[in-house]
């Protein structure tokens, strides 16, 4: 059985339409997995101090990530990228040992997926530049090693004239 991780940064929860749209994905594509269903502001997360920068001593959370075999983050477009809590959470897994190491002067991955899926959505539109998606396929392809980068994106949700809950149903995955 496949094991699935869905990295929930939605702050409204089940009200979210990011995570409404991310729960299609995996009902649509994940027929034999296991979900774990990791909601980020449960999580009690704080920036890094200087010293957990240095140390890095709790991997759980790297360790968890490096051993799902596919991923799904669930992250609503924020200020021209994600809300905060996602980058906290990338901070605590960038661990050298963990979720990748070095040979010679390159970062290798260390992870087991080979496929993160990033599901977004946007009051308005976001247009070429999508930089919370960008930044994640960046820091998954080149750092941990996952080679294949899915995004699933619905825009225009509270503009006028919109039907958000008609748009998002409207969104086809293939």
């Known amino acids: 059985m496949k094991k699935v991780m869905l990295i929930d940064c939605c702050v409204r929860g089940v ?51 490096a051993q799902a075999d596919e991923i799904v983050v669930a992250a609503p477009y924020w200020d021209l990228s994600f809300p905060s809590i996602l980058k906290v959470y990338l901070e605590h897994i960038c661990i050298a040992g963990t979720t990748f190491h070095y040979v010679e002067d390159q970062a290798v991955g260390l992870c087991r997926a080979k496929r993160l899926v990033y599901v977004s959505t946007a009051g308005g539109y976001v247009g070429q530049r999508h930089l919370g998606e960008e930044y994640v396929q960046t820091l998954c392809q080149t750092l941990f090693g996952i080679p294949d980068f899915v995004g699933i994106r619905c825009e225009g949700l509270d503009l006028p004239g919109n039907d958000p809950e008609q748009l998002v149903a409207m969104v086809r995955f293939g």
């Open 15 to 65: 009200h979210s339409r990011t995570l409404m749209l991310a729960h299609r994905w995996l009902a649509e594509q994940e027929r034999d997995s296991q979900v774990e269903h990791l909601r980020l502001y449960q999580l009690n997360l704080a920036p890094l101090s200087a010293q957990e920068v240095e140390q890095r001593k709790d991997t759980a959370l790297g360790e968890q990530f």
